[in-house]
């Protein structure tokens, strides 16, 4: 059974970091791309940073390049979201997301599987 937990969410101050882990767990993803989404309230859920298993290519939302970077370690089957320079607006429930099935990358219905969130919360 295929299971991603998410930890590191929390309580930050505006202009301070959190990392973020997913570790995966029932199968590899070494060859599997994988990334994180987010969800304010009364939004949909969107991208935020990609990693391919093949390439190790990394794609990642206009809102957050150069303040967040997006890591995994294949002998952990676990991937990371270091994010930096936060703000308010980053608030949100944070979702890892591995495998894509067909489509693109950016859109949460082409992922084949999701953790349970961990809740990031920055205070102005």
């Known amino acids: 059974q295929v299971q991603l937990v998410e930890s590191g969410g929390g309580l930050v101050q505006a202009g301070g970091s959190l990392r973020l882990s997913c570790a995966a767990s029932g199968r590899t993803f070494r060859n599997d791309a994988m990334g994180w989404f987010r969800q304010a309230p009364g939004k949909e859920r969107e991208f935020i940073a990609g990693?391919?298993?093949?390439?190790?290519?990394?794609d990642f939302t206009d809102s957050v390049k150069g303040r967040f970077t997006i890591s995994r370690d294949n002998a952990k089957n676990t991937v990371y979201l270091q994010m930096n320079s936060l703000k308010p607006e980053d608030t949100a429930i944070y979702y890892c997301?591995?495998?894509?099935?067909?489509?693109?990358?950016?859109?949460?219905?082409?992922?084949?599987?999701w953790g349970q969130g961990t809740q990031v919360t920055v205070s102005s």
């Open positions: 990693v391919r298993g093949s390439s190790g290519r990394t």
């Open positions: 997301a591995a495998t894509l099935r067909s489509g693109s990358l950016y859109l949460a219905g082409s992922w084949a599987y």
